[in-house]
């Protein structure tokens, strides 16, 4: 069974939640690592964006809008050193960056759950829960990912505060990222 539905749900946290959670999950789980994030939004009309972190880059496609609970995933990971020229390539065939996200991320495994906990500059602390799914258990790993946020007391934030924070960002993300 193929598993290229992303399944997430994310909610934006206080400083002292993030700070809660952090240690809770450290306590409870598989730590990954921590790791630092430069993320570059292109202006195609689907959503394309080029990473580079610290253990490597990547190139990578989402289907639907930004904030989708579900929604599929086609990832490329390249050479870290590849970064600055792709950005070049994708600027000589057209494509200017949109936005730019600068984000320390904490990343664990709870149970076969990936957890992410993010600082991102200029936009803030975010707590996200992931879930690689078959199209057939799309809807079914919605519901478990919604019961963990609510055993850890977790409201979910609704889209419309996320879209209205994600339009201010890209209104001012070079401002804010100064």
Do not use: C
Not at 67 to 74: A, L, P, Q, T
Not at 99 to 118: E, Y
Not at 122 to 143: P, T
Request: proline fraction near 1%; hydrophobic fraction near 30%; avoid cysteine.
């Amino acid at each position: 069974m193929i598993k290229n539905i992303e399944v997430e749900l994310r909610s934006l946290i206080s400083k002292e939640k993030y700070e809660e959670l952090l240690k809770f999950f450290k306590q409870n789980s598989k730590f990954f690592g921590e790791d630092y994030q430069e993320t570059y939004y292109f202006d195609f009309e689907s959503n394309f964006r080029i990473q580079r972190n610290n253990s490597g880059a990547k190139i990578w496609y989402k289907n639907g809008k930004v904030h989708d609970d579900i929604r599929e995933e086609v990832e490329i990971h390249i050479n870290k050193n590849d970064f600055d020229r792709l950005e070049r390539l994708l600027g000589k065939i057209g494509h200017s960056v949109k936005i730019k996200w600068f984000r320390k991320r904490n990343q664990f495994d709870w149970n076969g759950i990936i957890i992410s906990l993010d600082y991102t500059k200029g936009y803030g602390y975010i707590i996200e829960m992931e879930l690689m799914s078959s199209e057939d258990d799309k809807e079914k790993n919605l519901q478990i990912l919604k019961q963990k946020f609510s055993e850890l007391n977790i409201p979910i934030t609704p889209k419309e505060e996320f879209k209205k924070k994600y339009e201010e960002y890209i209104e001012n993300w070079e401002e804010l990222t100064r």
